[in-house]
């Protein structure tokens, strides 16, 4: 089925509806934990909203999910729903309210436009590079701080990642040149509060491409910049956006 940008938005906003619904019965804390390997864990809730994403958008293009991995025909060129059922998957087994489901379609090798959905408030970000962003309905838009010092850095340690000190000594000196330093444990939330302009910056190495591919359109969609991704054979990648107005050779410079 072709589709254009606005048929795919919507039906990327009525998965993740959908997915919301299924992830429901398991609130609370009812997650229904499967494995809980290292500092990783599955749960009954993410294979759940994930059938109910493929459900919703089965026939409409490949896709690459979470539990489920790349579908045939998966072409981050020609076009891919890239789909992450329960962002925020420790903190949703734990009742804290910081989750999210998040849907992407990835065309000619970017982030082309993306739904997030907040679970904890029932906040809707969508947003489709080249007619904007939206929380609600509302336009948004990143902000325009351009000094480091008065920047909010949003950022994540994946489950996979070394924590060995020679590795996270650079982010001790990010921390030291921005105003404040956010790890709300879900990064589609994070890279969402920057296409809305509560954050300036997010960064997280060796995260998986489902976790950030629809809060990477979020932010280009509400004007914001994103680095230029490796993605790895994992679908691992270095992930960097930012309110485009930041130095980020400044910040970054370790
Ligand atoms: C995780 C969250 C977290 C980030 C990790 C991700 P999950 O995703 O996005 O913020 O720091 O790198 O793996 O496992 O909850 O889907
Ligand atoms: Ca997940």
């Not at 048929?7 to 299924?22: F, K, T």
């Not at 838009?141 to 060995?164: C, E, K, N, R």
């Not at 939330?189 to 998986?208: C, K, N, P, T």
Request: with cysteine.
């Amino acid at each position: 089925m072709r589709l254009d940008d606005e048929q795919r938005l919507a039906l990327a906003r009525q998965a993740a509806e959908r997915a919301a619904g299924a992830l429901r019965p398991f609130l609370n804390g009812q997650a229904g934990v499967l494995a809980a390997d290292g500092r990783d864990i599955k749960t009954r809730a993410d294979l759940a909203a994930e059938a109910a994403l493929l459900e919703a958008l089965a026939g409409t293009g490949p896709v690459l999910a979470e539990e489920s991995g790349a579908s045939a025909g998966v072409d981050l060129e020609a076009g891919t729903w890239v789909i992450d059922p329960l962002d925020g998957t420790l903190n949703f087994t734990r009742g804290f309210p910081m989750a999210a489901v998040s849907v992407a379609w990835w065309a000619g090798g970017e982030p082309r436009l993306g739904v997030v959905l907040d679970l904890g408030s029932g906040d809707c970000f969508e947003g489709c590079v080249g007619s904007g962003a939206r929380l609600n309905g509302r336009q948004i838009a990143v902000s325009d701080i351009q000094d480091p010092g008065q920047a909010i850095l949003a950022t994540g340690f994946p489950s996979g990642a070394s924590q060995d000190t020679d590795v996270l000594l650079p982010f001790l000196r990010r921390l030291q040149r921005v105003k404040k330093v956010r790890l709300l444990g879900s990064a589609a939330l994070s890279l969402a509060q920057v296409a809305a302009g509560r954050f300036d910056l997010y960064h997280e190495d060796g995260i998986w491409l489902w976790d950030v591919a629809a809060g990477l359109a979020l932010v280009r969609a509400a004007g914001g910049k994103i680095a230029p991704l490796e993605i790895r054979d994992d679908w691992t990648c270095n992930c960097l956006a930012s309110n485009g107005h930041l130095p980020l050779n400044q910040l970054l410079d370790s």
